[in-house]
């Protein structure tokens, strides 16, 4: 009886530990079926912050119970990156995660905050691949990582170099408007050295 109650009260438990875990890993990454495999997609590191090394996250397997890991997709697939707000894109390929069969990661360290897409394509198996996931749907969009700096908020690098490009834009316009101070000096002596050489003229006719 005692062991019993023992074996329930940690079936209990592990059923408690999959409600609380489950919904996160379900939230944090999105799984779909691709063909006859299971994708699982998502950041490799949740929650994923804008300026910190992360990637993009790939699971493949054929269902089943239970499932089998697909491997080799390395060989065969590659990833397209696109920033959602810019519209700018990347295409990295993917590397298999040592330990973990058919599991696989493209490395990557995001700049800019918020929603991002991962396309797929090129082959698995022979099956030609060309999907789509797009964060902020079933996986997080990139976070700002000024929401988590404390005490002090450390500027990013597209806001040091927004700052740069506004000095240098400011020193640029300085520049343009000290050359241009420059030739209108260099024009009024000329033409005060005009003035002077035909005030020199009118006087030496008159003395003829």
């Known amino acids: 009886m005692i062991a019993h ?8 438990a592990a059923s408690l530990v999959a409600l609380i875990v489950l919904p996160g890993v379900a939230q944090a990454h999105e799984s779909r079926t691709v063909g006859k495999y299971s994708f699982v997609v998502g950041w490799s590191v949740e ?3 804008e ?3 992360n990637g993009v996250d790939l699971r493949v397997q054929v269902p089943g119970n239970p499932a089998t890991p697909v491997e080799g997709v390395e060989k065969t697939l590659k990833v397209e990156v696109t920033n959602i707000a810019t519209g700018q894109k990347i295409t990295l390929p993917i590397e298999a995660v040592f330990g973990t069969p058919g599991r696989y990661i493209a490395h990557i360290v995001p700049t800019l905050s918020g929603q991002y897409s991962f396309r797929f394509f090129g082959t698995v198996e022979g099956n030609q691949i060309n999907e789509t996931f797009t964060s ?5 969009n990139i976070q700002s990582i000024g929401d988590i700096q404390f005490p002090e908020k450390v500027a990013q690098v597209r806001e040091v170099q927004g700052v740069a490009s506004q000095a240098q834009a400011t020193a640029d316009d300085a520049d343009s408007a000290a050359s241009s101070a420059r030739t209108l000096a260099i024009v009024a002596i000329g033409l005060a050295v005009l003035s002077g050489l035909g005030a020199g003229a ?4 008159k003395r003829r």
Request: glycine content about 8%; proline content about 4%.
């Open 47 to 49: 929650p994923a912050y």
């Open 136 to 140: 902020g749907e079933k996986f997080n």
């Open 5 to 12: 109650a023992r074996l329930l009260r940690a079936a209990l």
């Open 51 to 53: 300026g910190q090394k």
């Open 202 to 205: 009118a006087v030496a006719m």
